[in-house]
């Protein structure tokens, strides 16, 4: 007889294994499902993590090959190791996915290894066994977005998981998709002398981000070298041994061009991940998007199964598939587990970063709230100025009558760790005021939220 659980979740990534040792703390006995030889799920074997240890590599070699001049600092002979740093790469990988194999066992969370099927109502077959458990968790997360007529090889052609594996700097990366992964892993190749082209089909970068920022944004990254296609698409690749010939068009029609590519990154965006699970013989329904359809509380429509992550509607981010980790683990010990939808930062890991949280102008405009700006950039601020990395600027958005914070918008050295300041204010239903009113230490970056928390109001000191 196989085992029985109080919990079995399905998928190890941050949404499925935080949910298991939070299942775990409350006094579950829980089991987590996962096929891939390591655990962690997207975000630590081929997301979030590799991508960040190569984006602080890459950072390193053209801070030291082309930054450090201005600091008076002469270095000859930089060299570059790609076979050293892509090992880095996976030692920072393993040690994470190891640091999950051993929270797990803390935790006496069972790794189920191999794929997982939801038989129905308290019922999972991982490899040929089927085990029995009160309640069942999908956490199976996403997969590439392919393009027609561009068939991906992870060679020639990649998605992200061949861009962070590439053996050799290509000459030419020409990426597909100006969002999140294009512009990281862009930013990677050309900081290791790729030349790289971005061909977007929207007449913007990175949207849903605040459109001032992403402007702004696009013009620091063309300084630095990146070319951008906006308004275009691909319409289809052909490949020989000397690269890929991609057919381009104006996306609101016109002449057909060619570009050459060396290697291609197809990054259109994610799709919810489902495939071999059951979903559609045990009655679990789906969104017109193919993603699990939950209710407030993460159940689907059957009883006993629920779903959290990418698989289900919002963000496509770690930290959201791990707050709703915790929340529904929460709710199924009987507790409140809840998620504050309205307070989810967003991170873009190039240099400088760009980071947000809550509303953008738009969105403001566009449900007709009247709201206060208060901007501040980062060349009047003194530590970004001895740091050299001036781009970019604080941007926060108040209610015109209340002052309460409804977004905050940064570009900028270090913006991921300063929009944890605008994120806390969210949570806390503060007023641009209260921001303003904290004492930020000087000289620090986070000075310029400050200052920005001042502009909403006019009065701010160093501007
Ligand atoms: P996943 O991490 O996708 O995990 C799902 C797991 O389920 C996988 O391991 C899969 O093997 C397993 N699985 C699927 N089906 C089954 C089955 N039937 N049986 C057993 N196992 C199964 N987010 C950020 O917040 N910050 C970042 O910096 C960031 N960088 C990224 C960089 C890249 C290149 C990519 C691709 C993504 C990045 N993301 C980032 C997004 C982040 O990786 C995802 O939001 C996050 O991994 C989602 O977590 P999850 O638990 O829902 O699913
Ligand atoms: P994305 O949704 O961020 O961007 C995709 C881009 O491709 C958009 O700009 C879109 O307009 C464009 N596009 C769509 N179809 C196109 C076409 N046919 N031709 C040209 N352009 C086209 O998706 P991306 O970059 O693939 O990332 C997927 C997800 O992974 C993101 O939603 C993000 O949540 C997550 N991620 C998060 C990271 C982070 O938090 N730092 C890092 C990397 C990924």
């Given at each position: 007889?196989?085992?029985?659980?109080?919990?079995?979740?399905?998928?190890?990534?941050?949404?499925?294994?935080?949910?298991?040792?939070?299942?775990?703390?409350?006094?579950?006995?829980?089991?987590?499902?996962?096929?891939?030889?390591?655990?962690?799920?997207?975000?630590?074997?081929?997301?979030?993590?590799?991508?960040?240890?190569?984006?602080?590599?890459?950072?390193?070699?053209?801070?030291?090959?082309?930054?450090?001049?201005?600091?008076?600092?002469?270095?000859?002979?930089?060299?570059?190791?790609?076979?050293?740093?892509?090992?880095?790469?996976?030692?920072?990988?393993?040690?994470?996915?190891?640091?999950?194999?051993?929270?797990?066992?803390?935790?006496?969370?069972?790794?189920?290894?191999?794929?997982?099927?939801?038989?129905?109502?308290?019922?999972?077959?991982?490899?040929?066994?089927?085990?029995?458990?009160?309640?069942?968790?999908?956490?199976?997360?996403?997969?590439?977005?392919?393009?027609?007529?561009?068939?991906?090889?992870?060679?020639?052609?990649?998605?992200?998981?061949?861009?962070?594996?590439?053996?050799?700097?290509?000459?030419?990366?020409?990426?597909?998709?100006?969002?999140?992964?294009?512009?990281?892993?862009?930013?990677?190749?050309?900081?290791?002398?790729?030349?790289?082209?971005?061909?977007?089909?929207?007449?913007?970068?990175?949207?849903?981000?605040?459109?001032?920022?992403?402007?702004?944004?696009?013009?620091?990254?063309?300084?630095?070298?990146?070319?951008?296609?906006?308004?275009?698409?691909?319409?289809?690749?052909?490949?020989?041994?000397?690269?890929?010939?991609?057919?381009?068009?104006?996306?609101?029609?016109?002449?057909?061009?060619?570009?050459?590519a060396d290697v291609v990154l197809v990054a259109i965006g994610r799709r919810a991940y489902v495939e071999g699970l059951g979903l559609e013989a045990a009655g679990v329904a789906l969104d017109d998007r193919g993603r699990v359809k939950t209710d407030h509380h993460f159940a689907t429509n059957v009883p006993g199964i629920y779903a959290i992550g990418d698989v289900i509607v919002g963000p496509m981010l770690a930290h959201k598939a791990e707050d709703e980790g915790v929340a529904i683990a929460e709710i199924l010990a009987g507790q409140h587990g809840h998620v504050n939808y309205a307070a989810i930062p967003g991170v873009v890991y190039t240099w400088p970063e760009v980071a947000a949280v809550g509303a953008t102008e738009e969105e403001l405009k566009a449900a007709g709230v009247a709201y206060k700006v208060g901007k501040f950039p980062f060349t009047a601020n003194g530590r970004a100025r001895a740091m050299g990395d001036t781009d970019g600027f604080a941007k926060i958005l108040a209610d015109k009558t209340t002052d309460r914070v409804l977004g905050a918008h940064i570009l900028g050295p270090d913006a991921g760790a300063l929009i944890a300041e605008m994120v806390t204010a969210m949570e806390f239903g503060a007023s641009a005021e209260d921001v303003a009113r904290i004492c930020h230490a000087h000289p620090t970056l986070s000075e310029a939220v400050k200052e920005a928390a001042l502009a909403v109001d006019g009065r701010a000191i160093h501007i």
């Open positions: 007889m196989a085992d029985s659980f109080d919990l079995i979740v399905i998928g190890a990534g941050p949404g499925g294994y935080v949910c298991a040792v939070r299942a775990a703390q409350l006094g579950m006995k829980v089991a987590c499902v996962e096929k891939r030889e390591t655990l962690g799920g997207t975000c630590l074997n081929i997301g979030c993590i590799p991508s960040k240890a190569l984006l602080q590599s890459s950072e390193n070699f053209e801070e030291i090959a082309h930054k450090f001049a201005d600091h008076g600092i002469t270095v000859e002979g930089v060299k570059l190791d790609l076979a050293r740093m892509q090992a880095r790469k996976g030692e920072v990988v393993t040690a994470n996915t190891k640091g999950v194999e051993f929270l797990f066992k803390k935790n006496k969370v069972t790794w189920l290894k191999g794929e997982g099927k939801i038989l129905g109502q308290g019922k999972v077959e991982v490899a040929g066994t089927t085990y029995e458990t009160k309640s069942i968790v999908i956490a199976t997360g996403s997969e590439s977005v392919p393009l027609r007529g561009v068939e991906v090889d992870e060679k020639q052609v990649v998605t992200s998981t061949g861009a962070l594996e590439l053996p050799a700097v290509p000459k030419h990366l020409v990426v597909i998709g100006a969002g999140v992964i294009g512009l990281e892993l862009g930013s990677v190749w050309r900081r290791l002398g790729a030349e790289v082209t971005v061909i977007e089909f929207l007449d913007r970068i990175l949207p849903g981000m605040d459109n001032e920022v992403a402007k702004q944004f696009e013009r620091v990254l063309s300084k630095q070298g990146f070319k951008f296609k906006l308004g275009h698409k691909v319409t289809g690749a052909t490949k020989s041994e000397a690269g890929v010939t991609l057919s381009v068009e104006p996306a609101k029609g016109g002449e057909a061009q060619s570009i050459e």
